[in-house]
């Protein structure tokens, strides 16, 4: 009914930037909070930023003070920049929603596809 597709992920060299955007579309619906993850190889997807529907945001400690997330409510898009970035940022990001179907009583959570992000030189 409703699918996230993540886009902007790449190859980039450490100290570069990308920004990622992630468009809601599908059925009708309404988000609450929304948030970026990431998992690199071997390890756990990690919660790396979110913001609630009013837009306020927390970060994990590791990227704090280099990305940045905002969301465009008008255009259920929520967005990641990221700033100096390192090679330790490799991993495949996905996007999250909190989201619940018009008609739906409930929230659920819902994830994009992934899009893949190496940082290397």
């Known amino acids: 009914q409703v699918q996230l597709v993540e886009s902007g992920g790449g190859l980039v060299q450490p100290g570069g930037s990308l920004r990622l955007s992630c468009v809601a579309s599908g059925s009708a619906f309404s988000i609450n909070d929304m948030g970026w993850y990431r998992q690199a190889p071997g390890k756990q997807r990690e919660l790396v930023a979110g913001?609630?529907?009013?837009?306020?945001?927390n970060y994990a400690g590791s990227v704090k003070g280099r990305f940045t997330i905002s969301r465009d409510n008008a255009k259920n898009t929520v967005y990641l920049q990221m700033n100096s970035l390192k090679p330790e940022d490799t991993a495949v990001y996905y996007c999250?929603?909190?989201?619940?179907?018009?008609?739906?009583?409930?929230?659920?959570?819902?994830w994009g596809q992934g899009t893949q992000v190496t940082v290397s030189s």
């Open positions: 999250n929603a909190d989201l619940r179907i018009s008609g739906d009583y409930y929230y659920h959570q819902y």
């Open positions: 913001i609630t529907s009013g837009g306020s945001t």
